[in-house]
């Protein structure tokens, strides 16, 4: 079966510059949340969209910014990236517009050097 | 390609009793196994799992990795309302040496009924 598809699976970055991350949810599935995990910390929400719509906001900084397109895929947006975000950026997905039964795919591990 | 597997995906059972989640996996590159408590937006950790037989506790919580046959379960005793959630399983890949990615399960849906 079709899981949630990321890309890249690895990123390096410098300071300052820009990152795009992209995710593919399963297909019918309408919503997309991403997560932030930093090194040994719990995955913290940052955005999710539904039906092309923002649904819910969490800590996402305001250097960041995402969408949902058409196709349902989601890009999240970095700009003047820091050592800080250096972290794995997961993104799942649902049917249901719920927390629950969320998949999720295998992360992008982002590394700003 | 890459697999985690858990079972069952969902389960109903009553406080007092004790539950066993199952979770299995085929990956290329082990690093270490993850459960996850997913009841609010964000999961939030509860074990890391990297050498066999090691069982890992937390209160009524335990844990312990197969890497032979490649699979661990997470047990609760004494099963309370409040561990109503969806458990996830995820497997850490390797990444020359250093943290890859992740591979989650689709998680059990534990429901604890009074």
């Known amino acids: 079966a079709a899981g949630v598809i990321q890309s890249p699976r690895h990123l390096i970055k410098e300071k300052r510059e820009t990152a795009t991350l992209k995710c593919y949810p399963i297909?019918?599935?309408?919503?997309v949340y991403w997560y932030q995990q930093g090194p040994g910390q719990d995955p913290q929400f940052l955005i999710s969209f539904y039906e092309k719509m923002q649904s819910d906001k969490g800590s996402i900084p305001d250097r960041f910014s995402a969408q949902q397109f058409s196709d349902y895929h989601s890009e999240l947006n970095m700009s003047s990236l820091e050592l800080g975000d250096s972290a794995l950026y997961f993104c799942a997905s649902s049917s249901t517009g719920g927390y629950y039964e969320q998949y999720f795919g295998p992360g992008t591990r982002l590394t700003v050097t | 390609e890459d697999k985690v597997v858990q079972s069952p995906l969902s389960l109903v059972v009553h406080e007092g009793d004790t539950v066993t989640l199952n979770c299995s996996y085929e990956?290329?590159?082990?690093?270490?196994l993850l459960w996850y408590k997913q009841e609010k937006k964000a999961p939030t950790f509860l074990f890391m799992l990297t050498s066999s037989g090691i069982e890992k506790k937390s209160g009524r919580l335990s844990s312990i990795l197969d890497k032979k046959e490649l699979f661990s379960i997470l047990n609760i005793t004494a099963t309370q309302t409040g561990d109503s959630a969806v458990y996830l399983c995820a497997v850490e890949l390797n990444y020359g040496g250093s943290q890859g990615n992740l591979i989650f399960g689709k998680g059990t849906k534990l429901s604890v009924k009074p």
């Open positions: 297909p019918r599935h309408d919503t």
């Open positions: 990956v290329t590159n082990f690093r270490s």
